[in-house]
């Protein structure tokens, strides 16, 4: 299925040995388009009078902040608002689902910036007030537990009212190519479910993210929590990611799908205890060849999911656990890096993630 063609293998080793021959004689350097600042799309600065102002824009001001600031937004709307805070490099700094007022407390200083996602149609009639106040303030950062459910005890509702199950009611055999396959997977589930949480710890390690399988480990703390359960395809209502195959994206019950996600993203990270989920499908015809790519699959379907929850977006970045398909790259040793955002399958050419920053505000570093 996921064939590397070789027809191209003697034009590489020409261009190796005769570069020169290639050559005509002016070279031609391709433009690259220059992205816009969030400052040259701002219309609109709020002032910090306390006054609301009717905003129309997917981008505004809120001025030059210092470090320990905070600024306090009060919104009126008729629906709630979900805002994305910038800093004047378009990397997205924090977030909130605003009903009605949100903090922010700038980290260093710098001009920064409001992104309202998916825009705002006539009938939002968003209004917001600014206030600012100084201070010595840090950004809280709350710690965050993921439990991992291989087992389907916890039986998990999704938004089309339907149940699924657990891996272990169905087990890992059923995903096996050969007879000898499924038996060696139903014989080494508990070691694959075991060397995913490893996986999934060792991506999170510099944060203060603790991926656990057990509810005991979470030490009382809230947690969300993480299903993986077997593949039947998306009822109607549920959104999903396709992953493997991408053949697969337009299949209306994606049943030829080997592994997708479910997670609503939560700007900010203000739930601790939300929950997504990732289907295993069937690997009949495109077998993984070693353990070691059955539990990278899954592990980086996990962190993108994770990664959801704690507020991240897609980004414009193959190589990257947030890019919008998870697809044969997620075979390899990937992680997070900074990259244009993508929402609602489009790009917003000037914004950024930038997971580093964005986690260490939002959770914190590991100890």
């Not at 102002?53 to 008729?78: D, F, K």
């Not at 399958?345 to 260490?360: G, H, T």
Request: charged share 20%; aromatic share 8%.
């Amino acid at each position: 299925m996921f064939r590397i063609s070789r027809a191209l293998a003697p034009c590489a080793i020409l261009l190796g040995l005769f570069p020169a021959a290639l050559s005509c004689g002016t070279r031609v350097v391709p433009t690259v388009p220059r992205i816009p600042t969030p400052a040259e799309l701002t219309r609109t600065v709020i002032p910090r009078h306390g006054r609301f102002v009717r905003i129309s824009e997917p981008v505004v001001g809120i001025g030059r902040l210092v470090n320990g600031e905070t600024a306090t937004l009060s919104v009126r709307s008729r629906n709630d608002v979900n805002i994305l805070f910038v800093a004047s490099s378009g990397d997205i700094v924090d977030g909130d689902n605003v009903a009605s007022s949100s903090s922010f407390v700038a980290d260093r200083e710098d001009e920064y910036f409001l992104y309202f996602v998916g825009g705002l149609g006539q009938r939002d009639d968003v209004s917001i007030s600014l206030e600012v106040a100084a201070g010595d303030a840090a950004p809280t950062a709350r710690p965050q537990y993921v439990l991992l459910d291989f087992d389907g005890t916890d039986r998990v509702e999704l938004s089309s009212g339907v149940e699924r199950v657990g891996l272990a009611e169905t087990d890992l055999k059923a995903f096996g190519e050969t007879v000898d396959e499924r038996e060696l997977l139903g014989q080494i589930q508990s070691t694959v479910e075991k060397l995913i949480c490893e996986r999934l710890q060792a991506i999170f390690a510099p944060y203060a993210i603790h991926v656990i399988m057990e509810q005991e480990n979470a030490g009382g703390n809230s947690y969300s929590t993480v299903y993986f359960t077997q593949n039947e395809g998306p009822l109607s209502g549920d959104t999903f990611e396709t992953v493997t195959p991408a053949s697969a994206t337009d299949d209306d019950d994606c049943a030829a799908c080997i592994l997708y996600g479910e997670a609503g993203p939560d700007l900010g990270n203000g739930r601790l205890d939300d929950d997504a989920i990732v289907y295993v499908g069937s690997f009949v015809g495109i077998p993984p060849t070693s353990i070691s790519d059955w539990v990278n699959l899954m592990a980086h379907a996990a962190a993108h999911e994770i990664g959801h929850l704690l507020g991240l977006q897609h980004i414009r970045r193959s190589t990257d656990i947030m890019w919008g398909r998870f697809d044969v790259g997620f075979l390899r040793d990937i992680g997070f890096g900074r990259g244009q955002v993508v929402i609602n399958e489009q790009l917003v050419e000037f914004l950024f993630q930038n997971p580093e920053r964005y986690l260490e505000r939002i959770v914190g570093l590991s100890p």
